[in-house]
């Protein structure tokens, strides 16, 4: 099936965090199927089983879980891994909501950070569990999300495992901690949606949901957001731009490239430069074809989580963080920065080498601080030059940077 029907679907991508265990892939399984039963009195474990049965299609799941509105009503998939399912639900849904892992199990926000700024992410979303409340964990994705500009929410999972003083008290203490990064909290449980609604896309507000997977309270909600909220990036401007997340090679089909559409639309047949190369260069490249979740369709758009097939490109000639674009791009080895060290355990000198991840590039770069060294919790100038090859980069993009236990945010100022 190709469709074109599908030209009106808006694509909010969200992006999910939280401590482990907190409840988050509980808490997308039950938005994407309606329950979070596995059949055997106990909670379905979404997450889990997901990473080894990706199929390596020709739309990789970058997203984990994905469900729709029609007319405003949820549109459900009874299994979320059926690619039938799939493409069924992108052909009629008329607003699609996909999720996306982005700081993933890992303590210490290792690669898959990047998904954070790689991805062309909408909304954010936090899960706290009710019974431990927000952690050292929860505090360190809500300032990396906040702090990379992301509206974001918390969700205070597992609230049928608690009473409803402790509740409240969780509540507060979310609400403490986003006071101290400067955000106001929003409860929506005492004050509603339409406000929260209407502030989260600006940034300011952070709305705070209660959602329990086993009464299912708190899931009206939670739909109703997501089936209002607008998407954040309307990725204006006519040039096409995807960055590369994944690779792979299918049967049949050839190189395929994945990721997130970013900016423009990009159709089947379509000529586009793909680069830099590690020696800078782009090339020209034919698009042979497109799907979404398993669904052929005819073009791609800001928002669409996309495979698209290359005409004549080997494997090895597509890499994670190379652009696909409707035009070549200056290949950029090193820019100048405005930095935020959020924890380094010491201060930032020069010469400092930390991994950027910059849309879906992961890089060794150089830190060399303007003013010598940059402080945890100070902004600072830094040039920043990436070690061993050039990315396409441009001013205004945002990235994220870790070494060990530190990290930090930047945004690009000045290409050099
Ligand atoms: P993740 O690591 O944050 O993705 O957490 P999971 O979604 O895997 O959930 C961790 C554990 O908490 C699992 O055993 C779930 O069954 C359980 N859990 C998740 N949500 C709820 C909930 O709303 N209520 C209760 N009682 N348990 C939940």
């Known amino acids: 099936t190709v469709g074109d029907a599908r030209d009106e679907t808006e694509h909010i991508v969200v992006g999910t965090a939280g401590h482990v265990d907190h409840g988050k892939s509980t808490l997308v399984g039950t938005?994407?199927?309606?329950?979070?039963?596995?059949?055997?009195?106990?909670?379905?474990a979404y997450l889990d089983v997901q990473p080894h049965e990706i199929e390596r299609g020709l739309s990789a799941d970058l997203s984990y879980g994905v469900y729709g509105f029609e007319d405003g009503e949820p549109v459900r998939m009874n299994n979320p891994l059926s690619k039938r399912e799939k493409s069924d639900l992108v052909g009629s849904a008329d607003r699609l909501v996909s999720f996306v892992d982005t700081v993933g199990h890992e303590p210490w926000l290792r690669t898959t950070i990047r998904g954070i700024v790689g991805q062309k992410l909408d909304y954010g979303l936090v899960a706290v569990a009710a019974d431990d409340g927000p952690t050292r964990v929860t505090r360190e994705h809500l300032g990396v999300l906040l702090a990379t500009d992301l509206p974001t929410m918390v969700a205070?999972?597992?609230?049928?495992?608690v009473t409803d003083e402790r509740a409240e008290e969780v509540e507060k203490e979310v609400a403490q901690l986003l006071r101290n990064v400067g955000k106001v909290p929003y409860?929506?449980?005492?004050?509603?949606?339409?406000?929260?609604?209407?502030?989260?896309?600006?940034?300011?507000?952070?709305?705070?949901?209660?959602?329990?997977?086993?009464?299912?309270?708190g899931f009206d909600t939670v739909d109703e957001m997501l089936s209002r909220l607008p998407k954040t990036h309307d990725g204006a401007g006519d040039c096409f731009e995807m960055y590369v997340d994944r690779t792979y090679n299918v049967t049949g089909v050839g190189t395929v490239a994945?990721?997130?559409?970013?900016?423009?639309?990009?159709?089947?047949?379509?000529?586009?430069?793909?680069?830099?190369?590690?020696?800078?260069?782009f090339r020209e490249v034919e698009v042979r074809s497109i799907e979404m979740h398993y669904h052929r369709v005819d073009r791609a758009e800001p928002g669409n989580i996309?495979?698209?097939?290359?005409?004549?490109?080997?494997?090895?000639?597509?890499?994670?963080?190379?652009?696909?674009?409707?035009?070549?791009?200056?290949?950029?080895?090193?820019?100048?920065?405005?930095?935020?060290?959020?924890?380094h355990p010491t201060r930032?000198?020069?010469?400092?080498?930390?991994?950027?991840?910059?849309?879906?590039?992961?890089?060794?770069?150089?830190?060399?601080?303007?003013?010598?060294?940059?402080?945890?919790?100070?902004?600072?100038?830094?040039?920043?030059?990436?070690k061993f090859r050039p990315y396409a980069v441009e001013e205004g993009q945002r990235f994220v940077f870790r070494e060990g236990r530190s990290k930090g945010v930047g945004t690009v100022k000045e290409i050099l």
């Open 31 to 44: 938005l994407v199927t309606g329950s979070a039963d596995d059949g055997d009195g106990g909670t379905r």
């Open 156 to 161: 205070i999972t597992k609230i049928d495992a």
């Open 187 to 217: 409860s929506v449980a005492n004050n509603g949606i339409d406000a929260a609604v209407e502030r989260l896309p600006e940034g300011v507000v952070v709305p705070v949901l209660r959602t329990s997977a086993v009464t299912l309270e």
């Open 258 to 281: 994945s990721g997130t559409v970013k900016n423009g639309t990009v159709e089947a047949g379509d000529t586009v430069y793909l680069g830099p190369t590690p020696d800078g260069s």
């Open 306 to 343: 996309v495979g698209i097939a290359l005409k004549n490109v080997d494997d090895e000639d597509v890499e994670r963080g190379m652009l696909l674009a409707s035009e070549p791009r200056e290949s950029v080895r090193e820019f100048r920065a405005e930095v935020m060290v959020l924890n």
């Open 348 to 386: 930032i000198r020069s010469g400092y080498e930390p991994v950027v991840h910059l849309e879906t590039a992961s890089e060794a770069a150089v830190f060399e601080p303007q003013n010598g060294n940059v402080l945890p919790g100070e902004t600072d100038d830094v040039r920043v030059r990436f």
